[in-house]
């Protein structure tokens, strides 16, 4: 059974950086391609970046440029590396694999952008 942790959300000023980590237990390293989604209130959750297994990367337009995602399989933990955070980007982040699995949603965790 996958369980997908995410941690490393805060509350930073517009402009600043913060680092996500998503910790999987199991065998969610087979995955081929993982994500990292969020949801602000009142919108539904959307794909921002994504990760295959050989490294290749894709961004949303919305944070491409400023957003970085990476993995260690070695250490089965994904990584999003937020920077030049804007308000527009509060909101629960997620991972998951791409495309998800209702299973695998975790507790999220919580970024919150003051201008």
């Known amino acids: 059974q996958v369980q997908l942790v995410e941690s490393g959300g805060g509350s930073v000023q517009a402009g600043g950086s913060l680092r996500l980590s998503c910790a999987a237990s199991?065998?969610?390293?087979?995955?081929?391609?993982m994500g990292w989604y969020r949801q602000a209130p009142g919108k539904q959750r959307d794909l921002v970046a994504a990760?295959?297994?050989?490294?290749?990367?894709n961004y949303a337009d919305s944070v491409k440029g400023r957003f970085t995602v990476s993995r260690d399989n070695a250490k089965n933990t994904i990584y999003l590396q937020m920077t030049s955070l804007k308000p527009e980007d509060t909101a629960v982040y997620y991972c998951?694999?791409?495309?998800?699995?209702?299973?695998?949603w975790g507790q999220g965790t919580q970024v919150t952008v003051s201008s």
């Open positions: 998951n694999a791409v495309p998800p699995r209702e299973i695998y």
């Open positions: 199991g065998s969610s390293f087979k995955i081929v391609v």
């Open positions: 990760i295959s297994i050989g490294g290749s990367t």
